[in-house]
């Protein structure tokens, strides 16, 4: 399995997602509002090279969402103030090693937001927010 599909699975448990949200695409966000995107963002995998061929290895990635937006004051600061959540989740997500499940070759270390969430993108009514997020895993040779 891929690690980007790890990540979604691991990202649905999490208690802050929309109740109704369209679901999380890869690389895809939906016109609709609430709905969730992961995308793979361009890094370098391997972090540190050990001797046997073993690895630190990290995936980084965005995470979005569309949301409703406008005038209302308010509803902004809900809307970013879901990713101050998410980022606290990853972090106890962490501390607590409930990482995503890997296969047999790879040992999950940490993920964590790497940014604040951020208006990224807005319409008249809808906006995408995003985090950006890395995912850093032990691989054996």
């Given amino acids: 399995m891929t690690i980007i599909k790890y990540i ?6 999490c208690p802050h997602l929309d109740e109704f949200h369209q679901g999380i695409g890869i690389d895809y966000l939906r016109e609709d509002a609430t709905a969730y995107m992961i995308e793979n963002v361009p890094v370098d995998p391997i972090v540190k090279k050990f001797m046997d061929g073993g690895s630190i290895r990290q995936f980084a990635f965005n995470f979005s969402s569309r949301e409703v937006y406008g005038s ?16 606290e989740w990853l972090e ?13 070759r790879r040992m999950p270390l940490s993920v ?12 008249l009514d809808k906006a995408q927010y995003v985090i950006q997020c890395n ?3 032990k691989q054996e040779a």
Avoid: C, M, W
Avoid at 8 to 13: D, E, L, N, S, W
Avoid at 114 to 123: F, K, Q, R
């Fill in 112 to 123: 964590q937001a790497t940014t604040p969430g951020y208006l990224y993108n807005n319409e």
């Fill in 8 to 13: 979604r699975g691991f990202i649905k448990t």
């Fill in 72 to 87: 209302d004051v308010l509803e902004n600061i809900e809307n970013i103030g879901f990713f101050e959540h998410f980022s």
């Fill in 92 to 104: 106890e997500q962490t501390d607590s090693r409930v990482l995503p499940e890997l296969d047999a």
């Fill in 135 to 137: 995912f850093k895993y």
